[in-house]
């Protein structure tokens, strides 16, 4: 198992730099970040929508995380 610190140090090595942050800017439009997630004609489409907007807001958690409030 990956500890807390080692998953901060990887999404910041992997989503950083120039090309880290291209590939973050499609992942974020794919994923829908910025859009609504609601779609009127189908629950199902919505609950897609919000499973897919999870990975960039879980992407956007490690990466603000501080590693040295970590301890405290």
């Known amino acids: 198992m990956v500890d807390a610190t080692q998953k901060i140090n990887d999404f910041n090595f992997a989503f950083t730099g120039e090309r ?28 897609f929508n919000q499973g897919a907007r999870s990975v960039i807001l879980e992407i956007r958690h490690w990466l603000d995380m501080d590693i040295t409030k970590l301890n405290k």
């Open 20 to 47: 880290g942050e291209r590939v973050l800017k499609e992942i974020a439009k794919y994923c829908l970040e910025n859009d609504c997630t609601f779609d009127k004609e189908s629950g199902r489409k919505s609950d």
